[in-house]
């Protein structure tokens, strides 16, 4: 094992964990806004607009190509008309997550903003991909799509002294980051993701999907989802979205082309339709 780092404890992860900050109130009203089954559009619209930062993304949402609406959109109730109540709950945790990973990771070699572009692209396609092979409800890939990647937010500073033995090794090796992660720390970055997204009491099935996002085939709570996540991972690190030094010894799993019935054609006529939108960060950091 590497001097210049030290392995993890089991306590020193969930201590880590919990000193994450907390979502804001305005955000937990709007989640729960969103899951209460007797609330109207009007009312969720009057949530929304006590968060002044979460109003203004989800208007810029709602008027960016990826919903490519002809009708540009005004208030907060259009956004939720045409978004939907779980797409708004979806950009409420968006909200939040921006601020926590739109830093820079020098533990991965990604500049200011590069995990948020990354995160949010991934978001995106992982949506599209499950609109694409009917896996419902498609809001659950994209939180577990946006989430991918938490885990490094944390493991960042312990990589960075060893950023260059890391890189070494998995290049002479030929193994993803991930690998010498869990042997260097004992924990890799999605292992901790799921441990978050677990903190948060997110469903199991997404914590699931984060924590196999590199190795879709060992999901057994809802599969589909992580080799629908897998997947859309491996298109936007394939496009140079947010790639960082890790991305480039990462693969597709032959297994989620089967599992969701993808054929390479129709994963890359997917990878040119969604290109130009992850070209440009569509929703911006908070």
Known sequence: MSALITRLTAPEVAAAVAELPPMPSSIQEVISACDDQDMTVGQLSQVVLRDQSLTAN???LANSSFYGHARRVTTVTEAVVMLGFSAIKSLAISSHTARLLSGSLPGYGLQQGELW????????????LAVEVQLAPVEEAFVAGLLLDIGKTILSSYMENAFEEVTRISQERRVPFHEVEAELLGF????????????WSFPPELEEAIRFHHSPSGATLKPTLAHCVHLADAACMMLGVGLGTDG???????????????????LMRLMDDVGPLVSNDPFGPA
């Open 188 to 199: 890799d970055h999605a292992e901790l993701g799921a441990q978050i997204a677990s903190s």
């Open 117 to 128: 572009r990354h995160s949010i692209s991934v978001a995106f396609t992982a949506r599209r």
């Open 248 to 266: 480039l010894m990462y693969g597709i799993d032959p297994a989620s082309l089967a599992v969701l019935d993808i054929t390479p054609d129709r």
């Open 58 to 60: 989800i208007l810029k």
